[in-house]
């Protein structure tokens, strides 16, 4: 059981726009904690998407973005395309138990 | 351009300890934190615990009594033990750079990964 929680699978058509949510508590986003994204594609590591809630590393295209608001944060993809078929993972910080670093338990994106 | 590579035996016994090691190239291992994650088959991420160059570590709560992360700074290179594994331990083990601003910060993200080690545990 993660501790930020996503739904498992999310499905869109090529083109469209899907999101992602990612549910935490007041430990973690709620508490003001960043929230980070990562991409995994089928066989290779996670790869960092949007760090601090909604900015894009160098070589990110715009078709991604991320928001937060209260105990939640969500991941939109826009314009999708067939190689955006990944996993997708959420990261924060709880602070209970001396407090560490917490990902949700991902959500698989099938591009129809 | 940053890599990190896992290295160590891909198969360990029940009860016996789990070793890798990570060696980093691109960057120096004394400007960031340096982190273990793995994912067992078909689940999820899982942080197992991050190193600073001064030895400074810290370790998540599920995994502490049985985890020890150390730094070779000569060598750039940080190792990963995990005592006393069982079946619940096989996993892909990545290692990655770390990116927080100080011990124990609540602001972390990894920007840098290793392509991943599975290590099984089997007899």
């Known amino acids: 059981q993660s501790v930020l929680t996503q739904p498992p699978s999310v499905s869109g058509a090529l083109g469209q726009r899907v999101t992602i949510s990612c549910s935490g508590s007041s430990s973690n986003i709620g508490a003001g904690y960043d929230v980070h994204w990562y991409q995994q594609l089928p066989g290779t590591a996670p790869k960092l998407l949007i760090l601090a809630n909604s900015n894009r590393p160098s070589g990110v295209p715009d078709r991604f973005s991320g928001s937060k608001s209260g105990t939640s944060a969500s991941l939109a993809i826009t314009g999708l395309q067939a190689e955006d078929e990944a996993d997708y993972y959420c990261?924060?910080?709880?602070?209970?138990?001396?407090?560490?670093?917490?990902f949700g338990g991902g959500t698989k994106l099938t591009v129809l | 351009q940053v890599q990190l590579q896992e290295s160590g035996p891909g198969l360990v016994k029940p009860s016996e300890t789990l070793s890798l090691t990570c060696t980093v190239s691109g960057a120096s291992i004394r400007s960031y934190y340096w982190s273990w994650i793995r994912q067992p088959p078909g689940k999820g991420l899982e942080w197992i615990g991050y190193?600073?160059?001064?030895?400074?570590?810290k370790y998540n709560p599920s995994l502490k009594s049985r985890v020890a992360i150390s730094v070779d700074t000569p060598k750039s290179q940080f190792s990963l033990k995990l005592s006393s594994v069982t079946a619940a331990d096989t996993a892909v083990y990545f290692c990655a750079r770390d990116v927080r601003l100080y011990d124990s910060s609540g602001y972390a993200y990894f920007d840098y990964w290793g392509q991943g080690s599975l290590v099984s545990v089997s007899s």
């Open positions: 990261q924060s910080y709880d602070s209970r138990l001396s407090g560490h670093v917490v």
């Open positions: 190193i600073h160059y001064t030895g400074s570590a």
